[in-house]
């Protein structure tokens, strides 16, 4: 009975081990299950529009962070239609500035299009490049704010002045700038960034 009792606990011993072992092989690749909810949450609040820029430029290993979660993102079809110009220049700020006043300070930009010769289409003749590049800005955004360094969507320009602005051929749709940075000591979050309409007011269960 003994002996019985033995192999019995061994058959359910031994691929729980197994099982552990696998677990810890997989450690560094996040997953469903392990990814701390929490965290995220705490980085999507803390995120703020920054609307005053130290004039001090990005290290360009951070740049190239902010690039690399751009590139993780998805897009229909994974079609990629981005085209993200980097604005850094003297030259190139001054023409940002000249296109939008909401560049507020910082010494560089994105300026987000997509690519219509590789945008995904849709049945109604539109297609799904803004879309994708809302969602490439908003994984760039998270993670210049996990790098410690403020961003802000910009919508107020007009596309046609930025095509000009940087001699950008016709199949190059200019959809956001972002300007980016040091946040300057004094810049603070708006009335809005804690403005939220209720769950009640936006989610239905049907
Ligand atoms: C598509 C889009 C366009 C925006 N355009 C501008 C803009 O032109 N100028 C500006 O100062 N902020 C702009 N914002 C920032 C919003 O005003 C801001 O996200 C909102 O008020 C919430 O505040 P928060 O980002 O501080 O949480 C834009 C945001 C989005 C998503």
Do not use: W
């Not at 987000?112 to 995904?120: A, G, I, S, T, W």
């Amino acid at each position: 009975m003994k002996k019985l009792s033995f192999i019995i606990l061994m058959a359910f011993a031994l691929p729980l081990c197994a099982c552990n072992g696998q677990k810890k092989e997989q450690k560094n690749e996040p997953t469903m299950e392990t990814t701390a909810k929490k965290d995220f949450l705490e980085l999507a609040a803390g995120r703020y529009s920054v609307r005053h820029f130290a004039p001090k430029p990005v290290e360009q290993e951070k740049i190239d962070l902010i690039l690399e979660a751009g590139k993780l993102a998805p897009t229909a079809v994974n079609s990629q239609p981005q085209m993200i110009y980097v604005l850094r220049s003297e030259e190139a700020m001054a023409k940002a500035n000249q296109i939008s006043r909401c560049i507020y300070g910082a010494p560089q930009a994105f300026l987000f299009c997509y690519d219509d010769n590789r945008v995904c289409r849709r049945g109604d003749n539109g297609n799904y490049g803004e879309i994708d590049v809302t969602i490439v800005l908003t994984h760039m955004m998270l993670e210049a704010y996990n790098l410690g360094l403020g961003t802000c969507p910009v919508g107020a320009f007009n596309p046609d002045d930025a095509k000009k602005a940087f001699d950008l051929p016709d199949n190059i749709h200019p959809i956001l700038l972002m300007p980016f940075g040091y946040a300057a000591d004094d810049a603070k979050p708006s009335d809005r960034h804690t403005s939220y309409r209720s769950l009640d007011e936006t989610v239905l269960y049907k």
